[in-house]
């Protein structure tokens, strides 16, 4: 593919998505055993490169330094396709986001703020970030990059507390029309109680990615006390 740019059709998170999908359909035909091309890798790896160079161009907007789809793509990729320019960009738009959470506060006012990126108290937005993040983790812990995962952990927890107070317990549930229902779900911030089910699926994803680098943590910190 030339990747040329058709611009009454372009979609800035294409390129991520294409990656995503294809390294997640080729990782999921591995482990299955099914049939699987090597051009689908071919062609992950080919997309996540060209919207590097598109993003490095315009590294101060939020979207360009930090793209959540194509980090997930990059992180998906087989070691062997991963570029040392896809790594830096990895770790590089980690860094970004990282410096734009709300990490601390001395205001009990603002205790709702903590883990949000750029301001925005929206929960899609603080779980696409997370998500983002939580993939450069495990690409840093593939590629040796140990001096990067004490921090990123650290972000990808905030974000996950602020997450989790935007889900609907038993106690938010219970003024709602169908409690049992909204259970469980996602609204949008701790000031807008819409929910939609095409966002909550971030939450979802991230969740679940978190759980993952848990589990890598706990193992190191056990590997450690054999030492």
């Known amino acids: ?8 059709y372009f979609n800035r998170d294409f ?4 990656a995503f999908a294809l390294s997640s359909l080729y990782k999921t035909a591995k482990v299955l055993g099914v049939s699987s091309d090597e051009a689908w890798i071919e ?3 080919a997309a996540a490169e060209h ?8 590294d101060e907007d939020e979207e360009s330094a930090f793209d959540y789809w194509l980090l997930r793509g990059i992180g998906e990729l087989p070691s062997s396709h991963v570029s040392p320019k896809l790594v830096e960009y990895a770790i590089k738009s980690a860094q970004f986001v990282m410096d734009h959470q709300n990490d601390e506060t001395n205001d009990a006012d603002a205790l709702d703020e903590l883990g949000i990126f750029f301001d925005d108290f929206s929960v899609t937005n603080t779980a696409t970030k997370t998500h983002g993040l939580c993939a450069v983790y495990h690409l840093a812990v593939e590629q040796g990059r140990k001096e990067d995962l004490d921090s990123i952990a650290e972000s990808v927890i905030m974000g996950l507390r602020h997450q989790l107070q935007n889900q609907y317990s038993p106690e938010h549930a219970m003024y ?13 911030s701790v000031i807008d109680t819409e929910m939609r089910l095409e966002h909550t699926h971030h939450n979802i994803g991230s969740i679940l990615c978190t759980r993952e680098m848990l589990n890598h943590r706990s193992e190191m910190d056990e590997a450690m006390k054999q030492e």
């Open 43 to 45: 062609v992950a790896s």
């Open 15 to 18: 390129h991520g998505q294409v």
């Open 1 to 8: 593919p030339d990747f040329k740019i058709v611009d009454d």
């Open 51 to 58: 919207q590097v160079s598109l993003d490095n161009e315009d």
């Open 176 to 188: 709602l029309k169908n409690p049992k229902r909204i259970l469980g779900g996602f609204h949008e």
